[in-house]
């Protein structure tokens, strides 16, 4: 630490240097008057010196009306004193990055009363000791959580499955477009509510389905995947659609948190199916006895004698011109 003017600041010096945030303490006029060794690792280039430097040069946004024995109003009454406050910080060399800043204020040697983090007293023994954290790796894996949400978003809505995600409680947390459409519900109107009831009541032949046979609240219970084919959920007017779904658990470490639901509408699949059989029916139907007859008087022909071709003659025919005129000579 470098030279302390209280010994209020004194008594602080080894537990401030232990701490690993940087730590300013800034006096009434604005000004650091002592710094620990992470703030001199964050904040101070080679060559200079956070001590006697502005705590606004440093943090240009910080409010002023923080700083004690300041006489300006403070910018939110509501605000609240202790809460962290992203902003831009400013190395001793110019260089920027982002950080949130916290602190509290206290009377030296108890010649006043602390206020928190304001305070109005004009005392010079009235200090602010800020906690400046260096915000730039988190920064660093919010975006990278962003990009990768945005990612999953898009993926969710290209999707053709329905995907539905649910709380332990089976209400529901996550639905994508293709979900909504296929069940005839909008979002809204599946978010936070208990799905089992909604969609999942009944069996295909309309038969009350127990919340404890439902395959995803197995799923939620006993962390057990299933995938079950030709089954059914039904739709916000009442129709079923047949679906092939699977669920899976969804885990935080080794807690089992929720599950997800995924399902595949087999509503033209089963229509193109059943117009191939009623097709197939017709032609059999229509033709079959045409085809049968058809077949009866091929047979019948390739049976009869009369019917077959006989071999071509090799000689010459008796009455012809050529034998008429050898006989009369």
């Known amino acids: 630490m470098s030279s302390r003017p209280t010994r209020g600041a004194a008594r602080l010096a080894a537990i401030l240097d232990a701490l690993p945030e940087p730590l300013l303490l800034v006096n009434s006029n604005g000004t650091v008057v002592d710094v620990n060794k992470a703030a001199v690792e964050s904040l101070q280039a080679p060559g200079t010196s956070l001590v006697g430097m502005g705590v606004l040069d440093l943090l240009p946004e ?6 004690p024995g300041s006489m300006r109003p403070p910018a939110s009454e509501t605000e609240s004193l202790d809460r962290p406050v992203r902003m831009t910080a400013r190395r001793t060399d110019g260089t920027a990055f982002t950080v949130e800043v916290s602190g509290n204020d206290f009377t030296d040697e108890g010649g006043g009363e602390a206020h928190g983090f304001l305070s109005f007293s004009t005392n010079d023994r009235d200090l602010l000791l800020l906690l400046v954290r260096d915000m730039s790796d988190r920064l660093g894996v919010e975006s990278e959580l962003r990009r990768q949400h945005k990612q999953t978003e898009m993926i969710l809505r290209a999707a053709a499955e329905g995907v539905l995600g649910v709380d332990l409680e089976g209400r529901v ?6 979900a909504a459409h296929i069940l005839d519900f909008r ?15 009944s069996q295909p032949d309309g038969s009350p389905l127990a919340a404890e046979s439902s395959a995803l609240v197995d799923t939620l219970h006993s962390g057990r995947k299933h995938r079950i084919r030709n089954t059914v959920l039904w739709r916000k007017d009442g129709r ?8 899976a658990p ?3 470490g080794e807690q089992l948190v929720g599950a997800v639901m995924t399902f595949t509408d087999r509503t033209h699949e ?7 059989e009623h097709l197939t029916a017709v032609l059999e139907s229509e033709l079959g006895g045409a085809l049968t007859a058809l077949h009866g008087r091929i047979d019948a022909l390739a049976a009869d004698p009369a019917g077959r071709a006989g071999p071509r003659p090799t000689g010459r025919c008796a009455g012809s011109p050529t034998s008429a005129a050898g006989s009369g000579s």
């Open 62 to 67: 910080f409010d002023p009306s923080r700083i």
């Open 173 to 178: 947390v996550l639905v994508n477009p293709a």
């Open 187 to 201: 979002a809204s109107e599946l978010g936070g509510r208990e799905l089992h009831p909604l969609i999942q009541h």
């Open 240 to 247: 079923p659609v047949t679906v092939d779904l699977t669920t």
């Open 250 to 252: 969804v885990r935080d």
């Open 270 to 276: 089963l229509a193109l199916a059943a117009r191939n």
